[in-house]
């Protein structure tokens, strides 16, 4: 396995610490005129997300850790795993619903997400930034109501809760950002 | 095509004022008579400090990571006082406050102290950031208020607490200098000089480098070295100069033995600047200030990148 000296760590590069696969996040360079130079370093846990500060001696070195970022498709789920697809090969991969988390509420049959792999097993699923998903449930629309700023909760065919326009009806799709869970608009059929 | 940035990483009028504030410098030292010198920034021989790492050039040598070894020699042949501005290179220091290639202002005052010389480093601060007070602190007594321990005399293991109180650390070590070092840089420093230049004087003897050792009030063994630290950065570093060729050697002899012990490339001590220390260096003190950092803080810049045209990133 390859390893990272302090002076290659950089933002996005994934290491293993302590037995877990980490991303750093931000590399500091501390040195002394006269004396031994440090690497504070954050770090981003994969497995638990926890963030770390760690400093380092300049010069010591992490274990490179096997977790590549792979676009896979979302092909369906069977209550306890979901299941995955590369679309170039077919390779399928099922992710457990505590890997894929509250990314389940976003999740599309079709759609392409990010998942992060570790050891050949995924870790982590980011949905795509934005989805386009039908409203199934919402208190019925105020026609020509675009003006008051108002907003109603309306769940989505994900499972996903979103603040929407009281103009927006039941069985209509709508686009959201999943990094932020915000409504952005409606979707013309 | 992509984009490509080749304008400057600092802006114009940061370049204007480093190159008033380096004109000023130098009226400083004309109307002081200290003579500025330019020695080689290449050189067959470089620095025996283990936590120093030169660029090599084959078939050349080394670029300096400092040019206090021909300065000696100067001085040793009776230049008098002498002051550089010199372009300085260390291998693997890149960051904030860091470029592998940067300037340093170095000088030397034949019979100064380094009372009288931390006035004079006060003096060209304040050419760049204008009027503002100092304080002096000793080495002990930081580490005193900041930790409750006697730097000079207290456990490994209780240097080796204080540090994991205050920091998640990846590492352990079993050099006293390694926590010192870690406690110094991490904790103490970013809390230095906030609002006034801040000294710091009598290191540890392990520290001591090319400094001379003397007695503190205490009649402890210190390293006659001081620094300056403002806003929590360190910008200069001095010393009562070493003047005993013997001791100097030895010194050189036991970096190059923790080189060998950290396995670090080997380096040959610089027999020339032995013989100017053997011939007989003059009683002086000399002092290093990173002529960069300076400007940083006097345009209020938190990068070296703000204040050189075009650091490592820009290459």
């Known amino acids: 396995m390859a390893s990272y000296s302090t002076n290659e760590f950089k933002s996005g590069l994934k290491v293993m610490l302590e037995g877990d696969p980490c991303t750093i996040l931000e590399n500091e360079f501390v040195k002394p005129g006269k004396g031994q130079a440090f690497n504070r370093v954050k770090l981003r846990n994969l497995k638990t997300n926890r963030v770390w500060e760690?400093?380092?001696?300049?010069?010591?070195?992490?274990?490179?850790?096997?977790?590549?970022?792979?676009?896979?498709q979302y092909l369906y789920s069977d209550g306890e795993f979901?299941?995955?697809?590369?679309?170039?090969?077919?390779?399928?991969?099922?992710?457990?619903?505590?890997?894929?988390?509250?990314?389940?509420?976003?999740?599309?049959?079709?759609?392409?997400?990010?998942v992060t792999l570790y050891n050949g097993a995924p870790l982590a699923v980011s949905p795509p930034n934005f989805v386009e998903l039908e409203i199934v449930d919402t208190e019925p629309g105020i026609r020509g109501d675009t003006a008051t700023g108002g907003t109603k909760p309306a769940r989505l065919s994900t499972g996903a809760v979103v603040k929407v326009p009281l103009f927006v009806n039941q069985g209509e799709m709508v686009k959201c950002d999943t990094r932020s869970g915000e409504y952005v608009s409606r979707v013309k059929a | 095509m992509p984009?490509?940035?080749?304008?400057?990483?600092?802006?114009?009028?940061?370049?204007?004022?480093?190159?008033?504030?380096?004109?000023?410098i130098r009226a400083y030292f004309a109307e002081h008579d200290v003579l500025e010198v330019e020695t080689p920034q290449l050189c067959p021989r470089t620095v025996t400090d283990p936590h120093l790492q030169s660029i090599r050039v084959p078939g050349y040598g080394y670029l300096q990571t400092s040019p206090e070894y021909a300065m000696k020699r100067l001085l040793a042949s009776g230049s008098g006082s002498i002051y550089q501005i010199a372009r300085v290179f260390r291998a693997d220091e890149v960051g904030r406050l860091h470029n592998p290639e940067f300037t340093m202002l170095e000088w030397y005052r034949v019979g100064f102290t380094p009372d009288r010389l931390i006035d004079e480093v006060a003096a060209i601060a304040r050419i760049a950031l204008g009027e503002i007070g100092i304080v002096c602190r000793s080495y002990r007594d930081l580490f005193r208020t900041h930790f409750g321990l006697d730097p000079l005399s207290c456990s490994l293991d209780s240097l080796r607490s204080a540090a994991r109180q205050q920091l998640d650390l990846a590492f352990d070590d079993a050099d006293r200098d390694t926590w010192l070092e870690l406690l110094m840089s991490q904790v103490i420093e970013p809390r230095l000089g906030i609002g006034e230049l801040c000294f710091v004087l009598d290191?540890?003897?392990?520290q001591a480098a090319l400094a001379?050792?003397?007695?503190?009030?205490?009649?402890?063994?210190?390293a006659s070295r001081f620094e300056l630290y403002y806003r929590g950065v360190e910008l200069a570093n001095g010393y009562h100069e070493l003047l005993d060729a013997d001791e100097q050697g030895a010194r050189f002899a036991a970096d190059l033995r923790e080189r060998?012990?950290?396995?670090l490339p080997a380096v040959l001590p610089d027999e020339r600047l032995h013989a100017a220390l053997a011939h007989g260096l003059p009683d002086c003190s000399g002092?290093?200030?990173?002529?960069?950092?300076?400007?940083m803080l006097a345009v209020g810049a938190d990068s070296l990148r703000e204040v050189m045209a075009f650091p490592v990133s820009h290459l």
């Open chain 1, 54 to 72: 760690k400093t380092f001696k300049s010069g010591d070195t992490l274990d490179a850790a096997d977790v590549i970022d792979r676009e896979l």
């Open chain 1, 82 to 114: 979901f299941h995955f697809m590369e679309p170039e090969n077919f390779e399928q991969y099922q992710a457990s619903s505590a890997t894929v988390g509250d990314a389940a509420l976003w999740l599309k049959e079709q759609a392409v997400c990010t």
């Open chain 2, 3 to 24: 984009k490509i940035d080749w304008r400057p990483s600092a802006p114009l009028a940061h370049l204007r004022r480093r190159a008033r504030i380096v004109a000023e």
């Open chain 2, 203 to 206: 290191y540890p003897p392990s």
């Open chain 2, 212 to 222: 001379r050792l003397h007695a503190d009030a205490d009649g402890q063994a210190v």
């Open chain 2, 260 to 263: 060998e012990l950290l396995g």
């Open chain 2, 287 to 295: 002092v290093a200030l990173g002529l960069d950092r300076l400007i």
